[in-house]
């Protein structure tokens, strides 16, 4: 049984709560920018690490989306919030998913953030091989991000969220994760799915295509909306935080 798990940061003490987990390539600091846009008195926002991340840097495994899913009813267990909103970014957008197969009576909303469909994603050699050399090599994440945010940010913007990246993750966890998303998933799984979700992705993601994230987490859940940010890659809370603060909270409203 997964329990005592605490997130990075809680901002705010507002009824509406929220849990957060960021995705494969950084931890809770990936929301840094944002937070200052939180109401905090009508917002109750927790940040969690997923294991091997961050604040839980240390912790051993399993490093998998089910175990992130896991941790996240253990933390609303801890803060002693019954209901609450989710939101997964990225592979954490796959344990979103898998908690509204499992918990749905507990979640008002799973907003998922550039997700990972619960499927799986299904990349290709070349897209695998530029990952795993992001999770070594320093040149190669910064090329990643490039990659993920539509090669527009100067280079002391790639750099900052390179080594923020840097910072918060350790290479075999990143593998095992790697392995984890990008597995069969649990789709078919799901049934009868009740738990309205929210997916949001920027428009200069190459990794989440609307019409493919309409295609799959569109058919599974038939409480879905989509909506897509201008200007923003795979990172909006840290490229654009105003715009997707103003997305985010319409979304939660």
């Not at 091997?52 to 609303?76: H, K």
């Not at 907003?111 to 990952?131: F, H, N, T, W, Y």
């Not at 049934?191 to 992705?201: K, L, S």
Request: charged residues 25%; negative net charge.
């Amino acid at each position: 049984m997964t329990a005592n798990v605490s997130p990075a940061q809680v901002v705010g003490t507002g009824p509406t709560r929220i849990i957060a987990v960021t995705g494969w390539m950084g931890d809770h600091r990936l929301f840094e920018p944002f937070l200052p846009l939180i109401a905090k008195e009508r917002y109750s926002f927790a940040l969690l690490d997923a294991r091997g991340y961050g604040s839980r840097i240390q912790e051993d495994g399993p490093y998998t989306v089910e175990q992130i899913a896991a941790d996240i009813v253990a933390c609303a267990n801890q803060l002693e919030w019954e209901r609450f909103h989710v939101i997964g970014h990225s592979m954490a957008g796959m344990s979103a998913q898998r908690l509204a197969i499992d918990i749905p009576h507990r979640l008002l909303s799973a907003i998922l953030l550039a997700p990972v469909p619960a499927s799986g994603a299904k990349i290709d050699d070349q897209r695998r091989e530029l990952l795993l050399a992001a999770v070594r090599e320093p040149e190669a994440r910064k090329k990643l991000i490039n990659a993920n945010t539509g090669g527009i940010r100067p280079d002391d913007w790639l750099e900052r969220l390179r080594d923020t990246s840097l910072a918060g993750t350790r290479p075999d966890v990143l593998e095992a994760y790697m392995a984890s998303w990008t597995g069969k998933g649990f789709a078919d799984e799901i049934q009868n799915a009740r738990v309205p979700v929210r997916v949001i992705v920027g428009e200069k993601d190459p990794g989440a295509v609307p019409e493919r994230l309409r295609e799959t987490i569109g058919s599974w859940f038939p409480d879905f909306e989509l909506r897509v940010l201008k200007g923003c890659g795979h990172y909006p809370m840290w490229e654009e935080p105003a715009i997707f603060s103003e997305a985010l909270f319409e979304t939660i409203a």
